[in-house]
C-alpha cells in the first residue's frame, strides 16, 4: 500500500525508512541555516540499528538561496532505541546555505512546508530480524 505525501518525493512502502516534514521549519540568518523538525518512519519489518542518511531539498523554498545535503550521521541504538517496524522518531534536519550572505541582524523566518521537497538518501543500517530478536530477548 503506497501513500504520496505533499512534503516529501519519498513513498512509505513495505520494506523503506521513509522522512515526514513536520510543521516546525525556519531559516535562521544567523546560522546561515534552514532547520526542519521531521519525524524518520521505519517502514520495514525488521528493527533497525546504526542508522545513516543524507536529506536533500529537492526544490528552491526561498528564492536565491541554495542549501546543503543535511548529513544524517548514525543514529545509534543509544539515540534511537529499538527502532522497531512501523515506528516514528522525532528528529531535527539542518541545510547549511551553500553560499551564505551576512544576515546577521535579520529575524528567523518561517518557511511554510508546503513550499519544501525532502528526500532521503544513502540510506545505510543495520536491520535486525524481529523474529531473531524476539527470541534472542526470551533467553
Known amino acids: 500500500d503506497k501513500k504520496k505525501y505533499d512534503q516529501t ?8 525508512v521513509t522522512i515526514l516534514l513536520g510543521d516546525f521549519c525556519y531559516y535562521e540568518p544567523a546560522w546561515s541555516s ?18 545513516s542518511f543524507q536529506a536533500e531539498i529537492v526544490n528552491k523554498p526561498m528564492s536565491g538561496k541554495v542549501f546543503s545535503d543535511d548529513k544524517v550521521p548514525e543514529l545509534t541504538k ?15 534536519l539542518v ?17 511554510n512546508i508546503k513550499d519544501i521537497k525532502v528526500k532521503i538518501k544513502d540510506i545505510q543500517y ?12 526470551k533467553t
Not at 534552514?34 to 542508522?51: M, P, R, Y
Not at 543495520?126 to 530477548?137: F, L, S
Open 9 to 16: 518525493e519519498q513513498l512509505i512502502t513495505n520494506n523503506s
Open 34 to 51: 534552514l532547520t526542519c523538525s521531521a519525524i524518520l518512519v521505519n517502514g520495514t519489518d525488521s528493527n533497525i540499528e546504526d542508522l
Open 78 to 92: 543509544a539515540k534511537t532505541g529499538k527502532f522497531q517496524p512501523n515506528e516514528g522518531i522525532p528528529i531535527i
Open 95 to 111: 541545510f547549511s546555505e551553500d553560499d551564505p550572505k551576512n544576515e546577521e541582524n535579520a529575524e528567523p523566518q518561517k518557511i
Open 126 to 137: 543495520k536491520a535486525v530480524n524481529v523474529k531473531e530478536q524476539t527470541a534472542k530477548e
